[in-house]
Nanobody, 123 residues
């Protein structure tokens, strides 16, 4: 059974940084593409960043140049380094895993989801 557990969220001032982690278990982590999504109150869940099993990355325009997605296959862990945070980055951040090694950005392409971690950016 696949399990994804996010951590690292919290309260930070605008301009600050946070690093989110997602610990994966249940199957061979290195074989599958991963992604980060976020959902602000009253909004749809939106794509943030994704990484293929081979390390290819993709970002939403809103976070490009500020966020970095990475993975440590030896530790079965996905990361999201978030710099220059803005109040509009406030959301619950979700880790997700595909049933494919290929990178993706649509919610429907991801089969497994974590419970989310809250990020609040104060102005």
């Amino acid at each position: 059974q696949v399990q994804l557990v996010e951590s690292g969220g919290g309260l930070v001032q605008a301009g600050g940084s946070l690093r989110l982690s997602c610990a994966a278990s249940g199957r061979t982590f290195s074989s599958y593409a991963m992604g980060w999504f976020r959902q602000a109150p009253g909004e749809e869940r939106e794509f943030v960043a994704a990484i293929s099993s081979g390390g290819m990355t993709l970002y939403a325009d809103s976070v490009k140049g500020r966020f970095t997605i990475s993975r440590d296959n030896a530790k079965n862990t996905l990361y999201l380094q978030m710099n220059s945070l803005k109040p509009e980055d406030t959301a619950v951040y979700y880790c997700a895993q595909r049933n494919s090694w290929l990178i993706g950005k649509q919610r429907s392409e991801f089969a497994y989801w974590g419970q989310g971690t809250q990020v609040i950016v104060s102005s």
